[in-house]
Structure formats: C-alpha cells, structure tokens
C-alpha cells in the first residue's frame, strides 16, 4: 500500500502564502502522478494542480499564476506552494497519487491523503 501524508495547511490572511507538503511513503519502485486537490463544503473535490515524473505540471486556472507545484521525485513529495491567497481558497487540500507501482509488483491505480485544512480569512 501507499500512504499520503499532508502537512502545512493553517488559517492564513488573504495575501498571504502558504505551503503545502506530502510525502508518499511504502514500497514504491515508481510513481507517475502527483497532485493536490481541494474540497470546500457544498463543491466537488477539484483538482488544484498536478506534476508527472517527467516534470509535466497542470494547474486550474483558478489558481494560474499564484500556485506553483514542484516534486522531489527521490523522495516522492510533492509540494504546493500558494501565494497571493484568497478566501476562495479556503478547503480542504487533498494529496493525491496516482499510477504507482510497488516493489512486489503491485500496481495502485490511486491513492488519498487525509487531507488538510488551508483556511484563508482575515
């Protein structure tokens, strides 16, 4: 199995920076997909952005310019970096990977982190 696990939400005041962390751990030989979700009460979860292995990155437009992902693919984190942050923001950030193959051979369509609250308000 694989485990996701979230650190760096927090309440932050609109303009403000935040930076999101998540580390998949467990036996992996690869991971293909990194990225990170968001769900706010009442909306459907939403991709905010995702990068590849290869170093290929999508992001919502919502976010474009503001929001910047990276990877260390060594250590299979991802990292979401969010400035110029807006009450629009305010979710729950979820850590997703997807494609993943363990050492045994086991391949993992996809996996969920528990999630973290980035809650932006003055």
């Known amino acids: 199995q694989v485990q996701l696990v979230e650190s760096g939400g927090g309440l932050v005041q609109p303009g403000g920076s935040l930076r999101l962390s998540c580390a998949a751990s467990?036996?992996?030989?690869?991971?293909?997909?990194m990225g990170w979700y968001r769900q706010s009460p009442g909306k459907q979860r939403e991709l905010v952005a995702a990068?590849?292995?290869?170093?290929?990155?999508t992001y919502a437009d919502s976010v474009k310019g503001r929001f910047t992902i990276s990877r260390d693919n060594a250590k299979n984190t991802v990292y979401l970096q969010m400035n110029s942050l807006k009450p629009e923001d305010t979710a729950v950030y979820y850590c997703?990977?997807?494609?993943?193959?363990?050492?045994?051979?086991?391949?993992?369509?996809?996996?969920w982190g528990q999630g973290t609250q980035v809650t932006v308000s003055s």
């Open positions: 990068a590849t292995s290869g170093g290929s990155t």
């Open positions: 467990g036996s992996i030989a690869s991971l293909d997909t």
């Open positions: 997703n990977a997807e494609d993943v193959f363990l050492i045994s051979g086991t391949y993992i369509r996809g996996s």
